[in-house]
């Protein structure tokens, strides 16, 4: 996800400071996490309830949502009174007018939607002119992508081991979540044949992206050499931990341009699923260009932005969140901007953007159980 605060954190922290190197080690990731000791930050020291926060352990048993539960319930998004009209969006850029690129999905080729948790924040946290009123259910998810030539994850969601993944970080760094299955419970369950994986391809190694890898031992992780170095640092540590004892499958791009991106991976040789670097937020953030045999395309576009809002409204994230999330925020921009331009000519999906799952069918037995 990036860093990004809960709403205890982000109202503490204007009276509570943080050393630099708290800030430096720790602040790519604001953390959902158990409730705790009681605040010591004034402004919530009293007997009011918080929202969410009885809410705190309650949702750390495995079982407590169902897969419909964490996609139908309603947000604020779209009304208008969630949003600071005032605030001046990007500049509208140019719808991208030529073809769409060559791709030659299999018949068989299909993709299905694991959500494995959400959790909390606030829309003035997650995009410039949002409301504090307007409280977001931030998505957890992995994407299965099938094909005959062997399937791939899109990221790893929440694992049976997040609490201690989060136990790893700073307490300022916490909000109010809520955990379903993870994505080996609902590959199990479907009698999803693992052995068929290839691997789980990360959009970047962000502790949200990676904890359910602990549930999938082996199992290759794909990643790029500038993302492998980014998580080498401080911010990878959930990373490294949950990491340990799998492949790591060093992919690499040509210079191919794909859609606007300098640099693309063609996964399967069919333009089915492509990958281009879109290192701004981590040094080597990926979107996932996915066409499926509909002709229906989708673009998974990782953290790029934490809501739809950054691509409908055209807005960035605020900021000082941004400073603390991002790695490159001129190449962010950029690479945003190349992406509102392709907006209604495919879906695309912000990995914690709830809504923007819908319509991707979740892996039942009958899916499961389709040969390739």
Same mark, same amino acid.
């Given at each position: 996800?990036?860093?990004?605060? &809960?709403?205890?954190?982000?109202?503490?922290?204007?009276?509570?400071?943080?050393?630099?190197?708290?800030?430096? @080690?720790?602040?790519?990731?604001?953390?959902?996490? !158990?409730?705790?000791? #009681?605040? !010591?930050?004034?402004?919530?020291?009293?007997?009011?309830?918080?929202?969410?926060?009885?809410?705190?352990?309650?949702? =750390?048993?495995?079982?407590?949502?169902?897969?419909?539960?964490?996609?139908?319930?309603?947000?604020?998004?779209?009304? #208008?009174?969630? *949003?600071?009209?005032?605030?001046?969006?990007? $500049?509208?850029?140019?719808?991208? @007018?030529?073809?769409? #690129?060559?791709?030659? $999905? $299999?018949?068989?080729?299909?993709?299905?939607?694991?959500?494995?948790?959400? *959790?909390?924040?606030?829309?003035?946290?997650?995009?410039?002119?949002?409301?504090?009123?307007?409280? +977001?259910?931030?998505?957890?998810?992995?994407?299965?992508?099938?094909? $005959?030539?062997?399937?791939?994850?899109?990221?790893?969601?929440?694992?049976?081991? %997040?609490?201690?993944?989060?136990?790893?970080?700073?307490?300022?760094m916490r909000a109010p979540y809520a955990v379903g299955r993870t994505v080996r419970e609902q590959l199990d369950d479907s009698g999803y044949d693992r052995s068929r994986l290839l691997g789980v391809l990360l959009t970047h190694s962000h502790w949200d992206h990676t904890s359910g890898l602990d549930g999938l031992p082996g199992t290759p992780i794909w990643m790029n050499r500038d993302e492998r170095q980014y998580a080498a640092a401080p911010d990878g540590k959930v990373f490294r931990q949950v990491s340990r004892g799998h492949p790591i499958h060093e992919y690499g791009f040509t210079d191919e341009l794909y859609l606007g991106f300098g640099s693309s991976h063609d996964v399967y040789g069919d333009g089915? %699923?492509?990958?281009?670097?879109?290192?701004?937020?981590?040094? &080597?953030?990926?979107?996932?260009? %996915?066409?499926?045999?509909?002709?229906?395309? *989708?673009?998974?576009?990782?953290? =790029?932005?934490?809501?739809?809002?950054?691509?409908?409204?055209?807005?960035?994230?605020?900021?000082?969140?941004?400073?603390?999330?991002?790695?490159? !925020?001129? +190449?962010?921009?950029?690479? =945003?901007?190349?992406?509102?331009?392709?907006? &209604?000519?495919?879906?695309?999906?912000?990995?914690?953007?709830?809504?923007? *799952?819908? &319509?991707?069918?979740?892996?039942?037995?009958?899916?499961?159980?389709?040969?390739?």
């Open positions: 996800m990036g860093w990004r605060p &809960g709403d205890r954190a982000a109202r503490c922290k204007r009276g509570h400071g943080h050393h630099a190197d708290d800030l430096s @080690n720790d602040s790519a990731h604001i953390i959902p996490q !158990r409730s705790a000791a #009681p605040s !010591r930050c004034a402004e919530w020291d009293d007997d009011r309830p918080l929202d969410g926060l009885r809410r705190h352990d309650r949702h =750390l048993q495995p079982d407590h949502l169902t897969q419909d539960s964490l996609m139908t319930e309603s947000l604020a998004s779209d009304d #208008p009174a969630s *949003y600071d009209l005032s605030m001046s969006p990007l $500049p509208e850029p140019p719808t991208w @007018n030529q073809p769409l #690129p060559e791709a030659r $999905p $299999p018949a068989e080729m299909t993709i299905h939607h694991l959500p494995t948790g959400t *959790y909390d924040t606030r829309a003035a946290l997650a995009v410039k002119g949002g409301s504090f009123r307007d409280k +977001r259910h931030f998505a957890a998810s992995a994407v299965l992508v099938r094909h $005959p030539k062997g399937d791939l994850l899109i990221d790893a969601g929440f694992g049976a081991g %997040v609490a201690a993944h989060i136990a790893m970080l700073p307490r300022f089915a %699923v492509v990958v281009v670097l879109a290192g701004g937020h981590t040094t &080597g953030s990926v979107i996932v260009f %996915v066409t499926l045999p509909s002709g229906l395309r *989708y673009a998974f576009i990782g953290d =790029l932005t934490w809501q739809i809002d950054g691509i409908r409204r055209r807005v960035e994230r605020p900021w000082l969140l941004s400073r603390l999330a991002d790695s490159d !925020r001129g +190449r962010l921009r950029q690479d =945003l901007l190349r992406m509102i331009a392709l907006d &209604g000519l495919m879906r695309i999906v912000p990995a914690h953007d709830l809504g923007s *799952y819908d &319509g991707i069918p979740l892996l039942t037995p009958e899916a499961a159980a389709r040969s390739h």
